[in-house]
């Protein structure tokens, strides 16, 4: 084999190890996109519920969207079987993950720096309560579960609803008791269906259009409870002070605030 034989092949090779960097580089950019990567984690636990949760017992439901006083909700996943309905909420995080049941805010720590973000046991309280108006069914027999994904650490005592992926499975599965009947889970599932069935394009863009505008301070909002305008507020005391929220402009008389996210 001659020199321009054996220099050829190099580049060859040299090219083709380029080529695969890159696709790494731009994987690796793209999965740092909240969006990509809270997608990503949706996809994931769809595919743990698939095969981890035997279908003759659960029917699950992904991306649900609801209507809801204030406009409409998202909900990542709904599983429905005779022992329950379970509401999940994902995030998919890396870091140190901070937080209480009570507390409106948690924290996520990483590389040195901390980020605030809604309590998503009260993002999925609203979650639960549109599903509730939806079927007419007991809050007693809806259970709200927070999973965590990605590379994240607990650094507070969580409540038993708040897992990693890896123990949702589990975890739905100690629900032994039978609350529904098969005629009563047959209707909760034709219900559920048909909001699913409803869901167009249009749906999908209205709802994404009131989540952005919900932190626009130059967007109108008007009060679920009264019909007054929404103003953007700061928290000035207790353990959400300095956050910013939605509050009543009728304040006193009207007590109503919304969240940002």
């Known amino acids: 084999m001659n020199p321009s034989e054996i220099i050829s092949q190099l580049f060859g090779k040299a090219w083709w190890l380029l080529a695969v960097l890159l696709v790494l580089t731009v994987v690796k950019a793209a999965l740092q996109i909240p969006a990509i990567k809270g997608a990503l ?62 507390q409106p805010r948690w924290t996520q720590s990483i590389y040195g720096k901390s980020y605030p973000f809604q309590n998503p046991l009260r993002q999925n309280y609203k979650h639960v309560k549109a599903l509730e108006t939806l079927l007419g069914i007991p809050t007693e027999d809806i259970h709200s579960v927070v999973v965590f994904l990605g590379s994240c650490e607990f650094r507070s005592e969580m409540p038993g609803n708040v897992m990693f992926g890896g123990n949702f499975a589990n975890y739905v ?57 929404m103003i953007l507020r700061t928290a000035r005391r207790g353990s959400s002070a300095g956050n910013r929220f939605w509050g009543c402009s009728g304040y006193p008389t009207c007590r109503a605030t919304q969240p940002i996210d």
């Open 41 to 102: 984690g949706e996809w994931l636990l769809a595919l743990s519920i698939k095969f981890k949760l035997p279908k003759d017992r659960y029917k699950a439901f992904h991306n649900l969207i609801l209507p809801t006083p204030d406009g409409t909700t998202q909900i990542d996943h709904v599983i429905v079987s005779r022992h329950g309905i379970f509401v999940v909420e994902t995030k998919t995080m890396s870091g140190w993950i901070f937080g209480s049941e009570h």
């Open 173 to 229: 599965k100690h629900f032994s008791s039978l609350v529904f009947t098969e005629r009563e889970l047959s209707e909760i599932i034709e219900k559920t269906s048909r909001s699913v069935a409803s869901r167009t394009p249009n749906v999908q863009h209205e709802h994404v259009a009131r989540l952005k505008a919900r932190s626009d301070p130059d967007q109108s909002r008007q009060c679920p409870r009264c019909g007054n305008a």
